[in-house]
């Protein structure tokens, strides 16, 4: 019903910036919460940044002040801009998304399936 397709993944070196974007397609109705996960290998799943449908923010702490979220409703697209990024960013980040279908009285969640981001030292 819902496919959320990531892009913009890839390799960089430390200091370097990266921009993914996610968007979201199917029979949509409206996308509450857009967030940002990633997983490094070995590690747990962590919530890098969300934003709310009226566009308030929140990031972990180890990218406040290095990644930015922002979404476009019209396009149904999430963005995270990723400046001065580190080797311990390198991880898969997955798009997450809360959307409500065609049919459907409450919204349910949905996730991309993955883009790979590799900093090099």
């Known amino acids: 019903q819902v496919q959320l397709v990531e892009s913009g993944g890839g390799l960089v070196q430390a200091g370097g910036s990266l921009r993914l974007s996610c968007a979201a397609s199917?029979?949509?109705?409206?996308?509450?919460?857009m967030d940002w996960y990633r997983q490094a290998p070995g590690k747990q799943r962590e919530l890098v940044a969300g934003?709310?449908?009226?566009?308030?923010?929140d990031y972990a702490d180890s990218v406040k002040g290095r990644f930015t979220i922002s979404r476009d409703n019209a396009k149904n697209t999430v963005y995270l801009q990723m400046n001065s990024l580190k080797a311990e960013d390198t991880a898969v980040y997955y798009c997450?998304?809360?959307?409500?279908?065609?049919?459907?009285?409450?919204?349910?969640?949905?996730w991309g399936q993955g883009t790979q981001v590799t900093v090099s030292s």
């Open positions: 934003i709310t449908s009226g566009g308030s923010t």
């Open positions: 199917g029979s949509i109705i409206d996308i509450n919460a």
């Open positions: 997450h998304a809360q959307v409500r279908v065609i049919g459907s009285f409450f919204a349910k969640d949905y």
